[in-house]
């Protein structure tokens, strides 16, 4: 092999090396976030799902309320025609 080209690929190992290794610790630091991304988006869809279920059942007791002023009404009603 000539001098140059071994010049060359001693200049370059260490290169494609060092590229190596940040490449993975890169990669590490990304999963490690992605991670907490997925638990805050868990906590979020968590929060929405509450959210939901309150809703739900407010206009639930919502209904129920209308439901027994119309009765209280008509009792009303009732009373002051007798």
Do not use: C, F
Request: avoid cysteine; hydrophobic fraction near 40%.
């Amino acid at each position: 092999m000539s001098e140059a080209i071994l010049i060359a690929l001693i200049g370059i190992v260490p290169s494609v090396l060092v590229a190596i290794v940040s490449i993975i610790s890169n990669n590490a630091i990304i999963k490690v976030k992605i991670e907490e991304l997925e638990k805050h988006v868990n906590k979020h869809n968590q929060v929405i799902e509450r959210t939901y279920t309150l809703e739900r059942d407010l206009a639930t007791y919502w209904s129920k309320y209308d439901e027994i002023k119309e009765r209280l009404n008509r009792l009303e009603n009732h009373k002051d025609k007798q």
